[in-house]
């Protein structure tokens, strides 16, 4: 049992190294695209969102599913669908080396849905990898939150 904690947390120690070692440009880099991903999803862009998530996508939704590319498109792009803008705290953008990150913020999302009001929180991370000079979402997961919950 105690090498098993210790393999847990010499490895969950590994992206910080990385990330202190990862130079700033690739930080930049890879928080300009997790600001333009979520601004595509806020603004229904289906061809942005086409081209910036990978095929072979996973999304784990809020209550634990798998879907791929075409759920989570389709879940953002409804036509019925709206958005208000969103504010995310506790925001973590961690290059995982030159080619691959993650970015992880809790938000309240909220909007009308075939015009019903709705408002949830949540905390989400994705998972980029960059195919030639730009990057795209493998791996997306939302864990919803209750709205109450005290932040940190």
């Given at each position: ?20 070692d ?14 333009a ?5 806020i603004?229904?862009?289906?061809a ?13 939704d ?7 590319k ?13 958005y208000?803008?969103?504010t ?20 309240i999302?909220s ?14 991370t994705?998972?980029?990898?960059r ?22």
């Open positions: 049992m105690r090498a098993m904690i210790a393999a847990v947390l010499a490895f969950s120690m590994v992206p910080v190294a990385v990330a202190a990862a130079p700033a440009s690739e930080v930049a880099d890879l928080r300009a695209f997790a600001d991903f979520d601004a595509a999803q603004a229904q862009d289906r942005a969102l086409g081209r910036m998530v990978a095929d072979d996508l996973v999304f784990i809020g209550s634990g599913k798998r879907y791929g075409a759920f989570f498109i389709d879940g953002w792009t409804g036509a019925d669908d709206d208000d803008a969103v995310l705290s506790d925001r973590v953008i961690l290059p995982l080396g030159k080619d691959a990150g993650l970015a992880s913020a809790e938000t999302l909007g009308r849905s075939a015009g019903t009001p709705f408002r949830v929180r949540i905390r989400f994705d998972i980029f990898k195919h030639g000079d730009s990057w795209q979402a493998t791996y997306i997961h939302v864990t919803r939150m209750a709205l109450d919950a005290p932040t940190l």
